[in-house]
């Protein structure tokens, strides 16, 4: 894993991430994008494993749902490819990167 892919992962995942950790994932899974998808994933699931709001009355409240939320938002945004990592595969010039292609419609000759 190289600085400008270091950089990325801990841009997407946090400060606090563990580098050793992201090497192993990074060596195992071998592209940034889904190594910040199985990093995401995890967290979401410790989030969705745990109550989602705690609360003593009169004491304190605790709710989850706006970091659960977040971290759905975050996952959806990195499937669909964006932002782009520095190892992400290059889309030929002549290509465009949605798949999408140049369709002529042309008039049949009436019978």
């Known amino acids: 894993m190289d600085a400008a892919v270091q950089a990325w992962l801990i841009s997407q995942l946090g400060t606090d991430t563990d580098l050793t ?9 071998r592209t940034a994008r889904a ?7 995890e967290r979401l699931a410790g ?16 709710n989850f749902s706006a970091n659960i ?3 759905e938002r975050q996952l959806t945004i990195l499937e669909s490819g964006e932002p782009s990592a520095p190892d992400d595969p290059t889309v030929p010039d002549d290509e465009s990167s949605d798949g999408l292609g140049l369709v002529y419609l042309v008039e049949r000759p009436r019978r």
Do not use: C, K, N, Q
Not at 35 to 41: C, F, G, P, S, Y
């Open 69 to 71: 939320a977040a971290y």
């Open 35 to 41: 190594v910040a998808i199985e990093v995401v994933r």
């Open 21 to 29: 950790d992201l090497e192993l994932r990074y060596t195992r899974l």
């Open 47 to 62: 989030l969705l494993a745990s109550p989602g709001s705690v609360s003593v009355s009169g004491v304190v409240s605790v």
